[in-house]
Each structure stands twice: as structure tokens, then as C-alpha cells.
């Protein structure tokens, strides 16, 4: 277990911090990852969306905060914050002001370190929490390319 949740907590800091220099395995060799991607954008562009009436980028990361501010809460022993969350108020959030952007980006910033001790701690998991767990990454992931998709400035480097 304890080589699993190794891996799981290396594959979510390179999502978010960027890879290893000597270790990629989901993003290219240099790629900044989520959270210094998201330090290079001002509010004005986190709140533009790529096309009327689909998602902003601000409102990307409010959804990411959701999730991982349940996951966290679910790290802590809360045997189901996923009753009754709101899923939809995740996506509400479509528009920052600077300090709201930078308030955002600190909030997603200590919800991921939260989260990746939790991946780093070996704990027994049923199959459905397992994942749960490993679908965190995976949605991640995704919410990492569609903000890229967004703004191609936000782009990793390419494969060399």
C-alpha cells in the first residue's frame, strides 16, 4: 500500500506543481503544473470564458476547490461529505476580482497540499473509496487541460 500511495501522491504533485526534473509521467519535462500555470493569469482573463456560456476559468478552479475541499474533508475521517454536496454551486463562481483571484488560487493551492498528505498517508480503502481516490487525479487532470484549452497561453511545453 505504502508503494501505491507514493505513486498517487507523485502523479498529484506533478499535476500541480509540475513534474520531477528527473521524473514525468503525465505532463512534459518543465511543465509548470496547475498552480504556477495559474499564477501567470490575471483575474481579468480567470474570468473569461472561452465561449458564451460555457465555464471561466475562475469558475474551473471554484469547482476543483469543491472537490478537493470534499476529499480533504473525507482525508479527515468524514465518512461521506459527498451527501448532499452541491455540485452545482461549484460552477457559480464565473467571475474574480483580483484579490477574489489570488484569495481562489491560495484556497486551491492549500486544498491541494491538504489533499496530497492524505495521498501520501497509507490507509485501508474499500474498492468504491480506492476510486474515489485515484479519480481525484483523473479529474484533475482533466480540469487541468480544459482550463489550458481556455487559454493556450496556460499551455505546458511542448515534448522535446
Known sequence: ?????????????????????????????????????????????ASKPAAPGSPSIAAHVDHLCFGLDLMNRWGDGEPNPWNGADWAA???????????????????????????????????MSPMELNGVIGSLAHLAYHLGAIRQIDRSLAGPRES
Not at 511543465?31 to 501567470?40: A, E, H, I, K, N
Not at 464565473?94 to 497509507?122: F, I, K, N, Q
Open 90 to 124: 461549484s460552477w457559480r463562481r464565473t467571475t474574480v476580482t483580483d484579490s477574489e483571484w489570488a484569495a481562489l488560487r491560495e484556497r486551491l493551492r492549500h486544498a491541494a497540499r491538504r489533499w496530497r498528505g492524505v495521498l501520501e498517508t497509507p490507509r485501508d
Open 1 to 45: 500500500m505504502a508503494a501505491l500511495n507514493s505513486s498517487l501522491a507523485q502523479l498529484f504533485a506533478e499535476l500541480t506543481d509540475g513534474p520531477a526534473s528527473d521524473e514525468a509521467y503525465m505532463l512534459n519535462p518543465a511543465d509548470p503544473g496547475l498552480l504556477r500555470s495559474l499564477d501567470r493569469l490575471s483575474a481579468g482573463a
